[in-house]
């Protein structure tokens, strides 16, 4: 049974610091990509970051890029996702997806957990 728990999420002024936390209970955690995606209030759900499965390369979307930082811990089975400066539009439900075909970075049919709730306040 796979389970993808996230933390981390939380409300916080603009400019601020969150860091998520994706714990994974999925076979092969070391052998799949990672990613973070995220769904605001009336909007679709839409890709944020993605990590291989050894770490690099990493890709993000570009409202993110060097705000965001993807990591990954094989050896606890947990991704992260650090966001620094952060502003009212990244205010979301962000959720953790594990692919569901190792040693690909295809998230089509992915592996989902149920999401954190992060909010930016002006």
């Known amino acids: 049974q796979v389970q993808l728990a996230e933390s981390g999420g939380g409300s916080v002024q603009a400019g601020g610091s969150l860091r998520l936390s994706c714990a994974a209970s999925v076979l092969s955690f070391n052998s799949r990509a990672m990613g973070w995606f995220r769904q605001a209030p009336g909007k679709e759900r839409e890709w944020v970051a993605h990590?291989?499965?050894?770490?690099?390369?990493?890709y993000y979307t570009d409202s993110v890029k060097g705000r965001f930082t993807i990591s990954r811990d094989n050896a606890k089975n947990t991704a992260y996702l650090q966001m620094n400066s952060l502003k009212p539009e990244d205010t979301a439900v962000y959720y953790c997806?594990?692919?569901?075909?190792?040693?690909?970075?295809?998230?089509?049919?992915?592996?989902w957990g149920q999401g954190t709730q992060v909010t930016v306040t002006s």
């Open positions: 997806a594990a692919a569901s075909k190792i040693w690909t970075m295809q998230f089509e049919n992915a592996y």
């Open positions: 990590i291989s499965w050894n770490g690099a390369p990493t």
